[in-house]
């Protein structure tokens, strides 16, 4: 069963930054798409970041544009999120999902197909 962990989570202030990672020990993420979504509190889940397996697409919640930038080591067997210019509203909990699928409508950083989440990273821009 392919496990997904996060890591990189943190308090930070507004216009700071932060990388996630999301790591599968054991498991070749390459042959997977990874999916980066975020859960503020009292709010639905939503897509933030899209990769496909071999990191020749990517897409990006209008919110996030410019600001975010989702890359992958396939021999680290890691993908990241580069979050700058954070804003409060980018507080929340970030999960990294993998599908076996690039499914994702353009512009809206939501994967769809994920079959596998991690547990998520709380991320907390405040001053």
């Known amino acids: 069963q392919l496990q997904l962990v996060e890591s990189g989570g943190g308090l930070v202030q507004p216009g700071g930054s932060l990388r996630l990672s999301c790591a599968a020990p054991?498991?070749?993420?390459?042959?997977?798409?990874i999916g980066w979504f975020r859960q503020a509190p009292g709010k639905e889940r939503e897509g933030v970041s899209c990769?496909?397996?071999?990191?020749?697409?990517?897409d990006y919640a209008d919110s996030v544009k410019g600001r975010f930038t989702i890359s992958r080591d396939n021999a680290r067997n890691t993908v990241y999120l580069q979050m700058n210019s954070l804003k409060p509203e980018d507080t929340g909990v970030y999960y990294c999902?993998?599908?076996?699928?690039?499914?994702?409508?353009?512009?809206?950083?939501?994967?769809?197909?994920?079959?596998?989440w991690g547990k998520g990273t709380l991320v907390t821009v405040s001053s």
């Open positions: 990769i496909s397996s071999y990191g020749s697409s990517t």
């Open positions: 999902a993998a599908g076996q699928n690039y499914r994702v409508v353009s512009g809206t950083g939501n994967c769809g197909g994920m079959d596998y």
């Open positions: 054991g498991f070749a993420l390459e042959y997977y798409a």
